[in-house]
């Protein structure tokens, strides 16, 4: 794929294409650095949040 993007006979990258792919690996990047370094106490805290009327919201996670 990279190949492709990158060789062409003008010499002119498409550069729309190389933005998108590059966005998209760093929001993918992002999303999986928050999914496994989240702590699961606080994962657990946000789960219960719609569904406890007993939460102190003002105190520390």
Same mark, same amino acid.
């Given at each position: 794929?990279?190949?492709?993007?990158?060789?062409?006979s003008s010499?002119? #990258?498409?550069?729309?294409?190389?933005?998108a792919l @590059?966005? !998209?690996? #760093?929001?993918?990047?992002?999303?999986?650095?928050? @999914?496994? !370094?989240?702590?699961?106490?606080?994962?657990?805290?946000?789960?219960?949040?719609?569904?406890?009327?007993?939460?102190?919201?003002?105190?520390?996670?």
């Amino acid at each position: 794929m990279f190949k492709h993007l990158l060789s062409t006979s003008s010499g002119d #990258i498409n550069w729309m294409a190389m933005f998108a792919l @590059v966005t !998209f690996f #760093i929001i993918f990047s992002v999303v999986l650095f928050q @999914v496994f !370094f989240t702590k699961k106490g606080h994962v657990d805290y946000m789960a219960q949040l719609p569904l406890g009327d007993d939460h102190d919201q003002t105190s520390k996670q």
